[in-house]
């Protein structure tokens, strides 16, 4: 698909800025305060939380989502359709599982790509047609083809790092370096939130690079935004208390559940006949036009672990 390779650039800076953030904070703790390599020890920390993770979090997000894994003879089609998406990606076919939730909505996890699991919700099931949920199917492949969840999880252990570093200096007291910890523990607290916006803003790309990831596996870009545009709607009209009950993990979701409503009013332009579905004579109109977002929807972007759906729909017609 044309531009991910602006994607992977974007992806990879982003990675350099957080890993030379906490490096520069490591030295400096160690360096400028005397104490050689004790702050080694935050990187250490850092490493143990990732290994916790990696090992773990398969099973909380089981537990937490409340999945369900199914047979082939419970799914035949579903089964059918990872076989040959797996294929298509050249890996292994993940395992197929059903969350009892009935927000409507998709995701992946695992710990590598020999160890993905790609979950339904119960949610979902009946609202897309064969073709957008296929298309949902290849976005969540693609997730565990690009070893996004290994990423996810490496990436979120550098904020954790910058405040464990950060409480610390500032709290840590005695010796003639006080003004200094304190100097460094309030820099490495700054380091921690623009880790976190560094870390959103990764999550955002590579939902972008799993859209784009679909289409080269072969499904239709316009069943794609169709899926979104249903998947919006859809949980707009979940009950708030059933969104709340799962927005802990709403990372690992396809779209933002909790942005739902929100959104409707701005992919509304987009339905151009009102049928419910976005056509590949819609998404083609949308390519050749300008999409306007709101100043607000902008600003929640940038604390949101997606992009603003009508620029992502955006983006899959600019690259058709």
């Excluded at 160690?30 to 490493?47: D, P, Q, T």
């Excluded at 910058?162 to 607290?189: E, H, K, P, Q, W």
């Excluded at 949308?286 to 949101?304: A, G, P, Q, W």
Aim: neutral net charge; proline residues 3%.
């Amino acid at each position: 698909m044309k531009g991910t390779w602006k994607l992977k650039l974007r992806l990879w800076l982003s990675m350099a800025v957080m890993f030379g953030l906490v490096y520069v904070l490591i030295m400096l703790a160690g360096n400028c305060l005397g104490f050689g390599g004790f702050y080694g020890f935050y990187a250490i920390a850092g490493i143990f939380v990732i290994f916790l993770q990696y090992l773990f979090g398969p099973k909380i997000v089981e537990s937490s989502m409340g999945v369900h894994q199914l047979s082939e003879a419970e799914a035949p089609e579903l089964h059918q359709m990872m076989a040959e998406l797996a294929a298509a990606a050249n890996i292994p076919k993940p395992k197929v599982g059903i969350s009892n939730t009935m927000v409507p909505n998709a995701f992946a996890y695992g710990r590598s790509k020999r160890s993905g699991h790609v979950c339904v919700t119960k949610g979902i099931l009946g609202l897309l047609d064969q073709e957008e949920l296929r298309a949902v199917l290849g976005h969540e492949m693609s997730h565990i083809k690009h070893n996004d969840m290994a990423i996810t999880t490496i990436v979120s252990a550098i904020p954790l790092i910058c405040y464990y570093l950060s409480f610390s200096l500032m709290f840590s007291g005695g010796g003639d370096n006080d003004n200094g910890g304190a100097i460094l523990g309030f820099i490495a607290l700054i380091a921690y939130f623009l880790g976190q916006l560094i870390v959103l803003s990764i999550s955002r790309i590579r939902e972008y690079y799993a859209d784009a990831g679909s289409v080269d596996l072969g499904c239709q870009p316009e069943k794609l935004a169709s899926a979104l545009y249903k998947l919006v709607y859809g949980a707009a009209r979940v009950p708030q208390q059933e969104i709340k009950d799962i927005e802990g993990t709403k990372a690992f979701f396809l779209t933002d559940i909790s942005n739902a409503r929100k959104e409707i009013n701005n992919l509304a332009q987009l339905d151009l006949d009102h049928d419910g579905t976005i056509s590949r004579e819609e998404l083609n109109i949308l390519r050749d036009s300008n999409v306007n977002v709101s100043t607000s929807n902008k600003m929640m972007e940038l604390l949101s672990t997606h992009p603003d759906m009508l620029k992502r729909i955006k983006k899959l017609a600019d690259n058709n």
